[in-house]
């Protein structure tokens, strides 16, 4: 698929050269067609060749493009119909052209045909002496090979390609540098042509005069236009490096997104939001060098680079995969958020089956126990009671489960064969992968854009199967507890069976009635809740039946003996008295402390409260909630003792007596971890607070900086306070570092709290703020250190660029200009003069020429710091420099607005101040201009000397030391 789409960008790449082409031949058609008349039919049958050899050109490429289409065709590529259609276009159009050409130039110069041939008898009478010279004399068939060399070289100058990707750039960078020393080196040969001129005399030195002016010329232009062919095939390859390093950093983040498999198993979700988060930190400080390399693209846009097509492409392909990476960023986002769900989904319906089928194997063995003594009956049940209290939490988890299950996508669905069209729901713009939309068209586009909707039947079929699952156990609870209930009272019965007359006559009478009313309670309770027709419920109701009786039996013995019957009375009397004491005493206290408790489970799963404020009113609420359990303190005592009074304790008076004390201390312990929480919290919140003071100071002080000045006082200035910042940050460390110790802290405490649930959306929210403000710190963090050296770098950068233009530069310029002022006109010379003048215009050129390099060490070539280290230069670093400072504060700015939306309240009004940047570029156009007008006006004066003295009869023109102009790399203001 990749290299189908790289050969479908080569086609488009070469179509659109090829309309430029065929726009270009048709211009000329009608430019040549208005003065073809005039022009002698040499000179137009010269140019309708030309444009025949461009046209027959053409049609090879056309004919290449068309098999790259079939190609494409073949490979079934997406696009095939549309490229193959432009294609069509493109031939249709050359078809026209030929057919124009041939109408509008060919026609009329062969209806030409008498007066081209009297015009060429003409011709060939002046031509004959000259093709006789060059037939026959050696100086004039060596003059004529070298103006055919040049006029070779100018050809294919005219014609050179420049490549449109690295490796084919490289090459002929490569190449030409070989070919460029060899042009350069041609000179000798012109040097050569103009020493042989004094051999003729007469019009034969006419006509060599003639032919070494016209390759004098040709030279000079092949010259200057081999040195801008090498300067543009430079400057090419290194917007094509930066443009292709850029593209292969971004195809290899899409390459992550793309091939990630979201419905891996073993997907971990902790490690891909750290990813995310960093790969948004990455595309941040990316944009940065992007917009550098894109301004570098269109800065030679501008500067009509001919490469233009080349550069137009890579700017293209670079624009089109950052939007396609910030789509891809959108998809991540989204699939972590489903995938995320699916993952917590699935984790908590594992931890809910894995619990209910231990609470089933506890029902089924520790509570299916038939015969056990009565205290150990009471524990079980009271146990049975608590596994009731987490059954109705999981109750709640389970129910949540239900509910989350219709919104969980199916993500297994991904990797697996589909048997039928599946729907899908985009996530982004997005451009691979077959895909039918509701129209039936197919497109082609990546699986990371899209989301199989909810809902997930794997999901929901777990779900249901966890209810199912719970109502099971809930009925099993519930039998289970009956049948407990049943076995504690057979238990108690067992132990009533076992008493003899003196075991119950020495018991107290308030406890053998207790006895008797809780066995005759417990069982009433069993048989009216039941189903009557039980075997074990008629088996117990008959020995209640029994026990009753043998109460009635013991009793009516005791009554039997006269002697007994007075202490029996008296008994009585006392222990009812004191029995039913107790009793009222237990059941006051327990449903005071009941109620109490339920309040404090009440208040410890309440969400925590967001401020100091309401903390506040929640700490005054529990200080009231303690001076009321206090209140009941004298009653636990008066309890404790009065059971400690008592001759002889029964079970059940034990029991309660025990669960009073239990309750109580239970009571308390998780008073006092509330308070421990409380003050937790009170400590994170107020962490908080400040870490959010600390980080908000900060970021307003990075907000309120100025761009970069361009004056030393000023740069250091701002140096010292982001060295003085950078002291504030270090000092605040430890309120940032202490906040993930208190987090800590309350996530400890809120689990003592709250040990039966599974997720805490309070602590959770406290988690996602203290992340929030670790990562503003963060970037805070970095902001500092990023601006501190990029001011260090600009400081000492415009500290050597200061030096170089004030005390070096300028002082240059002012005296060159003075020399180049004081040059006399062309119209006051002799030729003498003339050529004395020529001695010194050539000496300041060759001077200009020599100070190049420290006019180009002052300058830059693109706006960074170039790979390769050419010309890589003080002015333009600095710019460099100043520029990213720049942009990272305005990226700064911008990424506040989100924190702060009031912030440009925030921001203090100053003064507006020159950007350092601009005035060095300002200083550097300023420079720049200078030395190109001196350069122009030392040539200009060169060649007006040359013309006036060739235009001298008889006068020898001696050969000079000529130094050919190179272009200057300079610095432009707009990269």
Same mark, same amino acid.
Not at 269 to 298: A, P
Not at 424 to 450: K, R
């Given at each position: 698929?990749?290299?189908?789409?790289?050969?479908?960008?080569?086609?488009?790449?070469?179509?659109?050269?090829?309309?430029?082409?065929?726009?270009?031949?048709?211009?000329?058609?009608?430019?040549?067609?208005?003065?073809?008349?005039?022009?002698?039919? =040499?000179?137009?049958?010269? #140019?309708?060749? @030309?444009?025949?050899?461009?046209?027959?050109?053409?049609?090879?490429?056309?004919?290449?493009?068309?098999?790259?289409?079939?190609?494409?065709?073949?490979?079934?590529?997406?696009?095939?119909?549309?490229?193959?259609?432009?294609?069509?276009?493109?031939?249709?159009?050359?078809?026209?052209?030929?057919?124009?050409?041939?109408?509008?130039?060919?026609?009329?110069?062969?209806?030409?045909?008498?007066?081209?041939?009297?015009?060429?008898?003409?011709?060939?009478?002046? #031509?004959?002496?000259?093709?006789?010279?060059?037939?026959?004399?050696?100086?004039?068939?060596?003059?004529?090979?070298?103006?055919?060399?040049?006029?070779?070289?100018?050809?294919?100058?005219?014609?050179?390609? /420049?490549?449109?990707?690295?490796?084919?750039?490289?090459?002929?960078?490569?190449?030409?540098?070989?070919?460029?020393?060899?042009?350069?080196?041609?000179?000798?040969?012109?040097?050569?042509?103009?020493?042989?001129?004094?051999?003729?005399?007469?019009?034969?030195?006419?006509?060599?005069?003639?032919?070494?002016?016209?390759?004098?010329?040709?030279?000079?232009?092949?010259?200057?236009?081999?040195?801008?062919?090498?300067?543009?095939?430079?400057?090419?390859?290194?917007?094509?490096?930066?443009?292709?390093?850029?593209?292969?950093?971004?195809?290899?983040?899409?390459?992550?997104?793309?091939?990630?498999?979201?419905?891996?198993?073993?997907?971990?979700?902790?490690?891909?939001?750290?990813?995310?988060?960093?790969?948004?930190?990455?595309?941040?400080?990316?944009?940065?060098?992007?917009?550098?390399?894109?301004?570098?693209?269109?800065?030679?846009?501008?500067?009509?680079?001919?490469?233009?097509?080349?550069?137009?492409?890579?700017?293209?392909?670079?624009?089109?995969?950052?939007?396609?990476?910030?789509?891809?960023?959108?998809?991540?986002?989204?699939?972590?958020?489903?995938?995320?769900?699916?993952?917590?989904?699935?984790?908590?319906?594992?931890?809910?089956?894995?619990?209910?089928?231990?609470?089933?194997?506890?029902?089924?063995?520790?509570?299916?126990?038939?015969?056990?003594?009565?205290?150990?009956?009471?524990?079980?049940?009271?146990?049975?009671?608590?596994?009731?209290?987490?059954?109705?939490?999981?109750?709640?988890?389970?129910?949540?489960?239900?509910?989350?299950?219709?919104?969980?996508?199916?993500?297994?669905?991904?990797?697996?064969?589909?048997?039928?069209?599946?729907?899908? =729901?985009?996530?982004?713009?997005?451009?691979?992968?077959?895909?039918?939309?509701?129209?039936?068209?197919?497109?082609?586009?990546?699986?990371?854009?899209?989301?199989?909707?909810?809902?997930?039947?794997?999901?929901?079929?777990?779900?249901?199967?966890?209810?199912?699952?719970?109502?099971?156990?809930?009925?099993?609870?519930?039998?289970?507890?009956?049948?407990?209930?049943?076995?504690?009272?057979?238990?108690?019965?067992?132990?009533?069976?076992?008493?003899?007359?003196?075991?119950?006559?020495?018991?107290?009478?308030?406890?053998?009635?207790?006895?008797?009313?809780?066995?005759?309670?417990?069982?009433?309770?069993?048989? $009216?809740?039941? $189903?009557?027709?039980?075997?074990?419920?008629?088996?117990?109701?008959?020995?209640?039946?029994?026990?009753?009786?043998?109460?009635?039996?013991?009793?009516?013995?005791?009554?039997?003996?006269?002697?007994?019957?007075?202490? /029996?009375?008296?008994?009585?009397?006392?222990?009812?008295?004191?029995?039913?004491?107790?009793?009222?005493?237990?059941?006051?206290?327990?449903?005071?402390?009941?109620?109490?408790?339920?309040?404090?489970?009440?208040?410890?799963?309440?969400?925590?409260?967001?401020?100091?404020?309401?903390?506040?009113?929640?700490?005054?609420?529990?200080?009231?909630?303690?001076?009321?359990?206090?209140?009941?303190?004298?009653?636990?005592?008066?309890?404790?003792?009065?059971?400690?009074?008592?001759?002889?304790?029964?079970?059940?008076?034990?029991?309660?007596?025990?669960?009073?004390?239990?309750?109580?201390?239970?009571?308390?312990?998780?008073?006092?971890?509330?308070?421990?929480?409380?003050?937790?919290?009170?400590?994170?919140?107020?962490?908080?607070?400040?870490?959010?003071?600390?980080?908000?100071?900060?970021?307003?002080?990075?907000?309120?900086?100025?761009?970069?000045?361009?004056?030393?006082?000023?740069?250091?200035?701002?140096?010292?306070?982001?060295?003085?910042?950078?002291?504030?940050?270090?000092?605040?460390?430890?309120?940032?570092?202490?906040?993930?110790?208190?987090?800590?802290?309350?996530?400890?405490?809120?689990?003592?709290?709250?040990?039966?649930?599974?997720?805490?959306?309070?602590?959770?929210?406290?988690?996602?703020?203290?992340?929030?403000?670790?990562?503003?710190?963060?970037?805070?963090?970095?902001?500092?250190?990023?601006?501190?050296?990029?001011?260090?770098?600009?400081?000492?950068?415009?500290?050597? /660029?200061?030096?170089?233009?004030?005390?070096?530069?300028?002082?240059?310029?002012?005296?060159?200009?003075?020399?180049?002022?004081?040059?006399?006109?062309?119209?006051?010379?002799?030729?003498?003069?003339?050529?004395?003048?020529?001695?010194?215009?050539?000496?300041?050129?060759?001077?200009?020429? @020599?100070?190049?390099?420290? #006019?180009?060490?002052?300058?830059?070539?693109?706006?960074?710091?170039?790979?390769?280290?050419?010309?890589?230069?003080?002015?333009?670093?600095?710019?460099?420099?100043?520029?990213?400072?720049?942009?990272?504060?305005?990226?700064?700015?911008?990424?506040?607005?989100?924190?702060?939306?009031?912030?440009?309240?925030?921001?203090?009004?100053?003064?507006?101040?020159?950007?350092?940047?601009?005035?060095?570029?300002?200083?550097?156009?300023?420079?720049?201009?200078?030395?190109?007008?001196?350069?122009?006006?030392?040539?200009?004066?060169?060649?007006?000397?040359?013309?006036?003295?060739?235009?001298?009869?008889?006068?020898?023109?001696?050969?000079?030391?000529?130094?050919?102009?190179?272009?200057?790399?300079?610095?432009?203001?707009?990269?």
């Amino acid at each position: 698929l990749e290299k189908l789409q790289k050969l479908a960008e080569k086609l488009h790449r070469e179509a659109k050269q090829c309309d430029k082409k065929l726009n270009d031949i048709d211009k000329r058609i009608a430019e040549e067609e208005k003065r073809v008349h005039r022009l002698h039919p =040499t000179d137009a049958l010269y #140019i309708c060749d @030309q444009t025949e050899a461009e046209l027959k050109a053409l049609e090879k490429n056309i004919q290449t493009i068309f098999q790259d289409a079939e190609s494409l065709r073949h490979e079934g590529y997406h696009q095939t119909q549309e490229l193959y259609k432009r294609v069509q276009n493109i031939h249709q159009r050359w078809v026209n052209i030929r057919l124009s050409f041939t109408s509008r130039l060919l026609n009329p110069l062969s209806c030409r045909t008498f007066k081209t041939e009297e015009r060429q008898m003409t011709k060939q009478q002046y #031509i004959e002496p000259e093709k006789h010279l060059v037939d026959t004399d050696d100086a004039f068939r060596f003059l004529q090979e070298c103006l055919d060399w040049v006029n070779g070289k100018l050809k294919f100058l005219y014609t050179a390609e /420049y490549g449109n990707d690295l490796p084919n750039v490289k090459v002929l960078l490569e190449n030409y540098r070989t070919e460029h020393q060899i042009i350069d080196q041609f000179h000798k040969n012109i040097d050569q042509c103009g020493t042989r001129k004094n051999q003729f005399k007469g019009d034969e030195q006419d006509l060599y005069c003639r032919l070494f002016t016209k390759l004098e010329k040709s030279y000079s232009e092949l010259v200057v236009l081999s040195n801008k062919r090498l300067t543009n095939l430079e400057t090419l390859l290194d917007f094509v490096q930066s443009a292709t390093s850029e593209i292969a950093w971004m195809n290899r983040k899409e390459e992550i997104e793309v091939t990630r498999d979201w419905s891996s198993k073993t997907l971990n979700i902790v490690e891909l939001e750290q990813y995310q988060e960093t790969l948004t930190s990455d595309l941040e400080k990316r944009e940065i060098q992007f917009n550098i390399v894109t301004d570098k693209g269109q800065s030679l846009q501008l500067q009509k680079h001919p490469a233009v097509e080349c550069i137009e492409a890579y700017l293209a392909a670079m624009h089109s995969q950052w939007s396609w990476l910030l789509q891809l960023t959108i998809c991540l986002e989204e699939h972590l958020k489903n995938a995320s769900a699916y993952h917590q989904f699935f984790a908590e319906a594992k931890e809910c089956e894995q619990w209910l089928h231990h609470t089933e194997e506890r029902l089924n063995t520790v509570f299916s126990r038939k015969t056990f003594p009565v205290n150990e009956g009471e524990r079980l049940l009271k146990q049975m009671l608590e596994l009731r209290e987490d059954m109705m939490h999981y109750k709640n988890i389970v129910a949540s489960l239900t509910a989350q299950s219709k919104e969980i996508v199916p993500l297994k669905q991904r990797r697996q064969p589909l048997p039928r069209p599946v729907k899908v =729901t985009a996530v982004c713009s997005y451009n691979q992968l077959n895909v039918i939309n509701s129209a039936g068209i197919e497109g082609m586009v990546p699986g990371v854009c899209f989301v199989i909707p909810p809902p997930n039947p794997e999901a929901i079929d777990l779900a249901q199967s966890q209810n199912k699952k719970f109502d099971s156990v809930l009925a099993l609870w519930s039998k289970k507890q009956n049948k407990m209930k049943q076995n504690m009272i057979f238990s108690t019965v067992r132990v009533i069976k076992s008493w003899d007359f003196t075991t119950f006559r020495s018991m107290e009478p308030a406890q053998r009635e207790s006895i008797q009313k809780a066995l005759n309670e417990d069982g009433q309770k069993l048989v $009216d809740g039941e $189903d009557t027709n039980d075997p074990d419920l008629k088996r117990l109701q008959e020995e209640i039946n029994h026990c009753n009786k043998l109460f009635q039996d013991f009793l009516k013995r005791m009554k039997g003996d006269e002697v007994f019957q007075l202490l /029996y009375f008296s008994q009585l009397a006392a222990g009812r008295s004191l029995g039913s004491k107790f009793i009222d005493l237990v059941t006051t206290l327990q449903n005071s402390l009941n109620d109490k408790e339920k309040t404090l489970q009440r208040r410890l799963k309440e969400p925590f409260p967001h401020d100091l404020d309401t903390l506040d009113t929640h700490v005054m609420e529990h200080k009231e909630f303690e001076t009321a359990l206090k209140v009941l303190e004298p009653q636990v005592k008066e309890m404790k003792d009065q059971f400690q009074s008592m001759v002889k304790k029964s079970p059940v008076l034990q029991n309660h007596h025990d669960t009073v004390i239990e309750v109580w201390e239970r009571t308390w312990a998780t008073s006092h971890l509330y308070i421990e929480r409380l003050k937790s919290l009170e400590i994170i919140l107020s962490s908080l607070d400040e870490a959010t003071n600390v980080v908000t100071q900060v970021e307003i002080q990075l907000a309120n900086y100025d761009n970069l000045s361009a004056e030393r006082t000023k740069l250091s200035e701002t140096h010292d306070q982001l060295m003085k910042l950078q002291e504030e940050i270090q000092n605040g460390q430890t309120v940032i570092d202490k906040i993930s110790i208190d987090l800590t802290n309350i996530q400890r405490l809120t689990e003592c709290t709250r040990p039966k649930k599974v997720q805490n959306p309070d602590v959770k929210k406290l988690e996602v703020d203290v992340k929030k403000i670790i990562k503003r710190w963060n970037n805070v963090c970095s902001q500092v250190v990023e601006r501190l050296r990029s001011c260090e770098a600009a400081s000492e950068l415009l500290v050597a /660029y200061r030096t170089k233009l004030d005390k070096d530069e300028q002082p240059w310029m002012t005296q060159m200009t003075t020399r180049v002022k004081k040059l006399k006109p062309i119209k006051s010379v002799t030729p003498q003069e003339a050529e004395k003048q020529i001695h010194d215009t050539l000496e300041l050129y060759n001077t200009l020429a @020599q100070r190049k390099p420290s #006019i180009e060490h002052t300058n830059i070539l693109g706006g960074r710091y170039i790979r390769e280290a050419k010309t890589n230069t003080l002015g333009g670093r600095y710019i460099q420099e100043a520029k990213i400072y720049d942009l990272r504060l305005k990226h700064y700015r911008d990424s506040l607005e989100e924190v702060h939306p009031s912030l440009d309240a925030s921001i203090s009004k100053k003064a507006k101040i020159v950007v350092g940047a601009n005035v060095i570029s300002q200083e550097l156009d300023i420079l720049n201009k200078q030395y190109t007008e001196l350069v122009d006006k030392i040539l200009q004066h060169l060649n007006d000397l040359r013309e006036f003295l060739s235009g001298q009869k008889d006068y020898k023109v001696r050969k000079f030391l000529f130094v050919p102009e190179v272009p200057l790399s300079l610095f432009n203001s707009q990269n």
